[in-house]
């Protein structure tokens, strides 16, 4: 067998282990009762690639949709909570900052398709654009952050909102499209 050919080998039996272990990883989070074991699941995708720090909470099952080793581009950060049902659209990276909460079902997609002719409307090619989610925010229940968005600092995306555009630090947003609503009081005002 040529180098070449025992070096393709090498590669497919490499990827056939990367897919075993990220079936097993989906597989035992799907086990889990949501709410239980939030260290566990944090464990589990740690063990899938993503950089999630140790005081993370991930409240129940997670999605996570793009290509091969996407889980690489997942960075959760100290302190957060994650509810069940998210979906993280990895194709790009979503950073989320200590402290922030994301809700139930809410959906980050960093993914989305140029407009194509009338045969074919949804262009082939994906256009990829990073999300962060900054310090303290919190993005409720089933809501959706599309590509390229910024959350700021404190701000406050209200359950079912689609946000299509960044959110200023100590803001409050709902609606489709999401609409500033209200400014929030800074990090050391009381509440």
Known sequence: MSTVARAA????????????????????????????????????????????????????????????????????????????????????????????SIGPRVMLYTASHALGPETRRMARGVAAKPIVVEEGAWVGLAAIILPGVRLGRGCVVQAGAVVASDVAANTFVAGNPAQVIDRLPERDAPV
Do not use: K, Y
């Open 9 to 100: 080998r090498e590669l497919r039996e490499a990827a056939e282990i990367v897919d075993q272990r990220r079936g097993l990883v989906a597989t035992a989070l799907g086990l889990l009762p949501d709410f239980a074991l939030p260290a566990v699941r944090a464990r589990l995708l740690r063990a899938a690639g993503c950089d999630i720090r140790r005081s993370a909470a991930i409240l129940g099952r997670v999605h996570l949709v793009g290509p091969r080793d996407a889980a690489r581009n997942l960075r959760i950060g100290p302190d957060v909570i994650v509810g069940p049902d998210v979906t993280f659209c990895l194709d790009e990276r979503i950073t989320i900052g200590r402290g922030a």
